[in-house]
């Protein structure tokens, strides 16, 4: 079975060997489950803390009283949506790690799994966990504020939701990366890259307000375009039609990012193989 | 004083590194660490490059059972890593099966299995959750992992009910005896032991040992490193010593007793003898030397 072979491997068995990922990803959540409250309750007392800036700016009327409603919402959603993308790239970023921790590194990687298969799986786990803590986080924190969604058009959210979660898996296999070349501080390094897309993606603050280069770095981030596009249906309740824009813009940022990225992963592989990083200490 | 022998190849093997009639072929592989492009020039002077394994070479017939001692640090593990697919190797080639680990390792994967020191796990799931997942990502369903691992978990000699238990909450012989089971469950065709009974109580050793000889029986060509002179004799149809990265002897033990006996009776000769004969010093010895050189290399990073 040469490599272009196994890329070859029937769909079926694609399929089970990435569920073999998703899998054991389930089962450990399920033995962690008090981080995962821990996580659940950092994410609700994130997000409340963060959308009661909108309520401050209605007592000071730094805010028109008509406005206070969209503030609101820009924030929630803002908040929701970083809780989204961040649970993506952390759980990318342990792809490594967490084999480290756990010393089963070496045994994972010498299994007979298509690297892009074994990233796949790790993924497609990643996205579900995302999407079900940030649902979470979104039921807890509701009740506190008086939102409207009335407006809202939740299919083309969704497809803007749908279409930009791809790219981001392309991202997180790239901060994946970072742990492998990295043994020691690589997770830390991970965290910068979060930290600029934070910035630069107009997660609490329109990208308008910021620098003019740190724009030009925000029409890099695909954060930005799955941003704009979920605030634009659930505030403005624009269609599909209306977001066609966007969605091309993230799905080109998905054609290229994970294939980009899963070439970069398997260069960095051969690296940390030529130099002996894939072991449990660096 | 260290001797050089001659290397005698198993019958029906030949010294073509690429027959693809061998197990395994290691064919003159050097390992070097710490001394690589872009490292070699930031670190100058600060990091002294060191060579893991050093020229090494051997073939290994199907069903046999080959043993490698040699102190800590003797390049044992570098050797089994890069068999594992997990290290290139700088120079020379490695074939298992006639299949190629560095330049395609998928094809390599599926025939080789391993089992370290460290049993590794996923210590908060249990043993069957662990093998569940190492069992899918070979191939298997899970129905056919879970009466596999079953069926391996008690010929190792543990209870069934442990078999759900997390990880953390078995002692060290039983977590190494689910990474035995690990290892075999896949039916590999080369089994990588690497120090497979080291840290473990007398009774556990003994179950490890007596289904490796089990396995054996089953046609499974494994390579087993370790440093227990007495395993390797028990286990070994020949055995390599290893110190500082070179294959330095290589024979059956009995072949190699012989050779270092000279005038005495072979039976007075142990193989710590031999070893000392081959290498010029005990494994005590080789064991101190590296400490002090792992310092060395810590002090100089």
Avoid at chain 1, 13 to 34: D, I, S
Avoid at chain 1, 71 to 96: E, H, P, Q, R
Avoid at chain 1, 126 to 137: K, N, Q, S
Avoid at chain 2, 250 to 260: A, F, I, M, Q
Wanted: glycine share 8%; net charge neutral.
């Amino acid at each position: 079975m040469s490599t272009a072979d196994t890329y070859a491997l029937p769909r079926p068995r694609r399929v089970a060997l990435g569920w073999a990922f998703v899998e054991r990803q389930t089962n450990l959540w399920k033995r962690y489950w008090l981080w995962e409250v821990v996580w659940l309750v950092y994410g609700v007392v994130n997000t409340l803390a963060i959308t009661f800036i909108a309520r401050e700016a209605a007592n000071t009327g730094t805010t028109p009283s008509g406005q206070v409603q969209r503030l609101t919402l820009f924030l929630l959603i803002g908040t929701l949506v970083w809780a989204y993308l961040s649970a993506v790239l952390d759980d990318m970023a342990l792809v490594i790690t967490w084999e480290r921790w756990e010393g089963t590194i070496e045994h994972t990687l010498m299994a007979p799994v298509p690297r892009a298969v074994h990233l796949v799986g790790m993924s497609v786990f990643g996205l579900l966990h995302a999407l079900l803590r940030t649902l979470l986080i979104l039921v807890c924190s509701v009740p506190f504020f008086s939102v409207d969604f009335g407006h809202a058009n939740w299919l083309a959210a969704a497809a803007v939701i749908a279409v930009g979660s791809v790219s981001l898996i392309g991202l997180g296999i790239l901060t994946g990366i970072l742990p492998m070349l990295y043994p020691e501080r690589g997770e830390q390094m991970s965290f910068m890259v979060q930290a600029v897309v934070l910035l630069v993606s107009g997660v609490y603050y329109g990208v308008n307000v910021l620098p003019g280069w740190l724009q030009e770095a925000a029409a890099a981030s695909p954060a930005t375009y799955l941003l704009r596009g979920i605030r634009s249906s659930v505030l403005d309740g624009t269609g599909l039609g209306g977001q066609a824009h966007t969605l091309i813009v993230l799905a080109i940022f998905g054609v290229f990012l994970v294939p980009g990225s899963l070439v970069a992963f398997t260069a960095a592989e051969r690296w940390a193989r030529r130099t002996g990083r894939l072991k449990r200490q660096g | 004083m260290s001797t050089s022998m001659t290397v005698r190849q198993p019958a029906g093997l030949n010294n073509d590194p690429y027959d693809a009639s061998a197990a395994l072929v290691v064919d003159h592989v050097v390992k070097e660490f710490g001394a690589t492009g872009l490292d070699r020039w930031l670190r100058r002077g600060r990091r002294t490059p060191y060579r893991a394994v050093d020229d090494v070479s051997f073939v290994v017939a199907p069903g046999e059972i080959y043993g490698v001692i040699g102190a800590n640090g003797s390049g044992k593990s570098t050797l089994i890593r890069i068999i594992s697919t997990l290290l290139l190797p700088d120079s020379g080639s490695v074939r298992v099966f006639g299949r190629d680990p560095v330049a395609d390792p998928l094809s390599v994967r599926p025939l080789i299995n391993r089992v370290s020191a460290d049993p590794s796990f996923f210590r908060p799931m249990s043993p069957m959750e662990n093998l569940l997942f190492f069992g899918r990502a070979y191939g298997l369903t899970g129905d056919e992992t879970r009466r596999r691992s079953l069926e391996l978990l008690l010929e190792l000699g543990m209870d069934e009910r442990r078999a759900n238990e997390p990880m953390l909450r078995l002692s060290r012989g039983q977590q190494q005896k689910v990474a035995v089971a690990r290892a075999f469950l896949t039916r590999p065709r080369l089994m990588l032991l690497d120090e497979p009974t080291t840290g473990l109580d007398p009774r556990s050793k003994r179950d490890v040992q007596r289904f490796v000889a089990d396995v054996r029986a089953q046609g499974v060509t494994i390579l087993l490193t370790t440093h227990d002179m007495e395993e390797a004799e028990l286990l070994c149809e020949r055995i390599a010593f290893l110190a500082g990265g070179r294959l330095v002897a290589e024979g059956t033990p009995l072949h190699l007793r012989e050779t270092v006996a000279g005038e005495r009776a072979v039976d007075d000769v142990d193989m710590e003898a031999v070893f000392m004969h081959f290498t010029g010093r005990s494994l005590e010895d080789d064991e101190e030397e590296e400490r002090t050189e792992a310092q060395q290399r810590k002090d100089a990073q």
